[in-house]
């Protein structure tokens, strides 16, 4: 059974940058064109925002409403996935969940992590 | 950007059936979007329910089946249990390379 394990702060000051990472169980993580590993999130008492993905070997995307704030990268010698986010503010308090998208023609969120939950507070 | 619409809320009586749907303000929903289903209860993580539009995943009862109903995508719930009251999640996979979640439904069982 994979697993997604995340860490980073539960805590950031506004204005300044989120960090997560992400680490799975298993070498799938460097399974070129199979999987897309991303993020997403859920602010308090709302729905789920897509905040981007990325496959290894090929390129990133990112929801457009927060492109200009947010890097995705990878590493697979550690088997770790990691986010950044950019001069927060209260507006980016949530649970953070990082994803396995499985693509192989079926496109759909199969792995999540346990969530992390980030307050942007000073 | 497109935006998936989701009723915000639906009740159904135990034993009934319920038919949630998921909409795309751009146009209408079709398997080229693979469709996906997710179940969500307070302060756990979304479970996935359906994908590819109408298959279930592991461990799913039957009771869940999804579908395109005219120009969106569903997801029906067939004798609804008490434990079936949830928040419930559509994912589109555009092809952008994006992804769009709905807002969620939330559904109650009374």
């Known amino acids: 059974q994979l697993q997604l394990q995340q860490s980073g702060p539960g805590l950031v000051k506004p204005s300044e940058t989120l960090s997560l990472t992400c680490t799975v169980s298993a070498d799938s993580i460097s399974r070129r064109g199979t999987y897309y590993w991303g993020w997403i999130r859920q602010p308090p008492g709302e729905g789920l925002e897509w905040i981007g993905n990325m496959y290894f070997g090929g390129g990133t995307y990112y929801n457009p409403s927060l492109k200009s704030r947010v890097t995705i990268l990878g590493d697979t010698s550690k088997r770790q996935l990691s986010l950044k986010v950019n001069s927060v503010t209260a507006s980016d308090t949530a649970v953070y969940y990082c994803?396995?998208?499985?693509?192989?023609?079926?496109?759909?969120?199969?792995?999540w992590g346990q969530g992390t939950v980030v307050t942007v507070s000073s | 950007q497109a935006v998936v619409t989701q009723e915000p809320s639906f009740s159904v009586s135990p034993g009934g059936t319920v038919t949630l749907t998921c909409g795309l303000s751009s146009g209408s929903v079709s398997t080229s979007y693979y469709p996906s289903w997710y179940q969500q209860t307070p302060g756990q993580t979304p479970r996935t329910l359906i994908y590819n539009t109408n298959v279930r995943s592991s461990g799913v009862p039957d009771r869940f089946s999804g579908s395109i109903l005219g120009n969106k995508a569903a997801l029906t719930i067939t004798g609804a249990q008490a434990d079936d009251e949830s928040d419930y999640y559509c994912a589109l996979y555009m092809s952008s390379d994006t992804s769009l979640l709905g807002g969620g439904t939330k559904l109650t069982v009374l």
């Open positions: 994803v396995r998208l499985l693509r192989s023609g079926l496109y759909f969120f199969d792995y």
